[in-house]
């Protein structure tokens, strides 16, 4: 049976993929869990026009995000967070502080997904964090400052 899935389905596949399945699968799941359509002539149309919007999309929002990271690239941001005698954080810097910290800072939203970090940062001193896109990388520079107590 062919069907348009409308959801990404692990081990069949993406939305918007024209797939052939076991008709029991397709009819007792799929399709009653609104996972999928028949594959119609009208549902194959409807479906070219949506993943045109779909792109269209997705393109735009590509667009904003280096807009954003442009504007984010070669800058400071700034982190002030209680540390010990030794200069160690007392709680790591992960990736969703730095996202908050620059919503925060600088007014952008960029995804956790773009930030290359190993590990949460452990210690107050100046890193240079890396944002990837797609093949492009681009770097900031985050400083951690010790809290006056």
């Not at 399709?31 to 919007?53: F, Q, V």
């Amino acid at each position: 049976m062919k069907i348009i899935l409308l959801q990404n389905v692990p081990k069949v596949g993406k939305k918007y993929d024209l797939k052939n399945i076991a008709d029991g699968y397709a009819l007792n799941f799929l399709i009653p869990k609104k996972l999928a359509k028949l594959a119609t002539k009208d549902a194959k149309k409807e479906i070219e026009i949506l993943k045109e919007k779909q792109q269209l999309k997705q393109v735009k929002e590509e667009a904003e995000l280096m807009e954003d990271i442009l504007k984010l690239k070669d800058s400071v941001i700034n982190i002030t967070t209680k540390v010990n005698k030794e200069g160690h954080l007392f709680a790591g810097i992960d990736k969703k502080a730095i996202v908050d910290v620059i919503k925060d800072q600088k007014a952008l939203d960029i995804g956790e997904d773009f930030i290359v970090l190993e590990k949460p940062i452990k210690e107050a001193s100046e890193h240079v964090i890396k944002l990837k896109v797609g093949s492009k990388e681009f770097s900031f520079t985050l400083k951690i400052t010790a809290e006056k107590e």
